[in-house]
């Protein structure tokens, strides 16, 4: 027992030292995202666009933000590096152990919903909603993920996209971003700063820029060009990293957590610490298990609410009760004036997007 607690401690040396080394990349991504970011929502307010998140929002985020926006990429990659490092040290020093790698590993090939997100929103529906603890957690989540979400987002997969065209487009290729509600600025040769844009589309003039570029020649309408924008090598694997970790190896982590408590209490039952680890237990218990339900979660399925009581629930603090009302308000045919307002008085930028991708499916052209 002691060799496998032993073992067990190196998995997760490995897992925080893969966190720790990761982290730093982690947050020079975030901060050169960030910076983008704010010349996008500055780019497409200027145009007369309502940003999906305002631009003075973003310029208030502190590097706590960053911080824990990092986590959202550092930890999944450092539980993976630490988890390859364990796989090889364990097979080179002791294969006998090899055996016992046999369940954990069964788990990560069960075939989905398992290794979807829908074991999250199990979790989250189930457990997360209904504990203290678990409240504070979906709300840590909602508030930094969006951040993370955009960096590895694709260009088709953005909420907003802006597009700078540097020439005379045609008017097919005008109503072709028109329908694809991309937001676009023409501009007669390249700008000093093309900071804040998603894709560049030039008829041939020099343009220095690590953005995705385009070269047309005049007259030719490029919309099926641009359908097959590739991602960046790097996003690329990081999102491959990403979902290997999160999606594959999840049940392993999970599993091995539940391991190193049980052998830490065995080992150290009649000794000084286990009061302590006895008490985290209790904690832990406390904070996560679903024994404090909040009856307003149960209004939104058993009560008949207005448009104007959903309204008023989807700006309130609690994440969980906001998000829930505004999803059922976006149910409303009613709620597009409702929808308008939240944009206009929400600042958390996960409801927001929630408002913002109702309202654009409804046919809104995102004016403000």
């Known amino acids: 027992m002691k060799k496998w607690g032993k073992w067990l401690g190196w998995w997760w040396a490995g897992c925080g030292a893969g966190a720790v080394v990761s982290l730093p990349l982690s947050l020079a991504l975030m901060a050169e995202k960030l910076s983008f970011l704010i010349a996008k929502m500055q780019n497409v307010e200027r145009e007369g666009f309502l940003p999906l998140i305002w631009p003075q929002k973003l310029l208030s985020l502190k590097k706590l933000y960053l911080f824990n926006s990092s986590l959202f990429i550092a930890l999944p990659i450092g539980f993976l590096l630490g988890s390859i490092f364990w796989f090889i040290l364990i097979s080179k020093k002791r294969k006998k152990y090899l055996f016992l790698l046999i369940p954990l590993l069964l788990l990560s090939i069960i075939p989905p919903p398992f290794h979807s997100t829908k074991i999250f929103l199990f979790f989250r529906e189930r457990i997360l909603k209904d504990s203290i603890g678990g409240r504070e957690l979906i709300r840590w989540y909602y508030r930094y993920t969006p951040l993370p979400a955009e960096v590895i987002k694709p260009f088709w997969g953005r909420e907003q996209k802006i597009l700078l065209y540097i020439g005379v487009p045609p008017n097919s290729f005008q109503r072709w971003l028109r329908e694809e509600r991309i937001i676009y600025r023409v501009r007669s040769s390249p700008p000093s700063s093309i900071e804040g844009y998603d894709l560049i589309?030039?008829?041939?003039?020099?343009?220095?820029?690590?953005?995705?570029?385009?070269?047309?020649?005049?007259?030719?309408?490029?919309?099926?060009?641009?359908?097959?924008?590739?991602?960046?090598?790097?996003?690329?694997?990081?999102?491959?990293?990403?979902?290997?970790?999160?999606?594959?190896?999840?049940?392993?982590?999970?599993?091995?957590?539940?391991?190193?408590?049980?052998?830490?209490?065995?080992?150290?039952?009649?000794?000084?610490?286990?009061?302590?680890?006895?008490?985290?237990?209790?904690?832990?218990?406390?904070?996560?298990?679903?024994?404090?339900?909040?009856?307003?979660?149960?209004?939104?399925?058993?009560?008949?609410?207005?448009?104007?009581?959903?309204?008023?629930?989807?700006?309130?603090?609690?994440?969980?009760?906001?998000?829930?009302?505004?999803?059922?308000?976006?149910?409303?045919?009613?709620?597009?004036?409702?929808?308008?307002?939240?944009?206009?008085?929400?600042?958390?930028?996960?409801?927001?997007?929630?408002?913002?991708?109702?309202?654009?499916?409804?046919?809104?052209?995102?004016?403000?």
């Open 201 to 368: 589309v030039s008829e041939g003039k020099d343009v220095k820029s690590d953005l995705p570029l385009i070269f047309i020649r005049r007259g030719e309408n490029p919309a099926p060009k641009i359908k097959e924008i590739p991602l960046p090598i790097g996003i690329r694997l990081l999102r491959t990293v990403l979902r290997i970790s999160l999606f594959f190896l999840f049940p392993f982590y999970i599993l091995m957590m539940i391991t190193t408590f049980i052998t830490g209490m065995l080992l150290s039952y009649n000794k000084r610490f286990f009061p302590l680890l006895l008490s985290l237990f209790l904690l832990f218990i406390f904070l996560f298990l679903p024994l404090f339900p909040v009856p307003r979660y149960r209004i939104l399925k058993e009560k008949d609410l207005t448009s104007e009581e959903l309204y008023s629930l989807s700006l309130e603090e609690d994440s969980y009760l906001s998000l829930a009302a505004l999803r059922k308000l976006g149910n409303r045919e009613d709620s597009t004036q409702y929808l308008k307002k939240i944009l206009m008085r929400e600042e958390r930028w996960y409801n927001r997007l929630v408002a913002y991708n109702i309202l654009i499916h409804r046919g809104w052209d995102g004016k403000i």
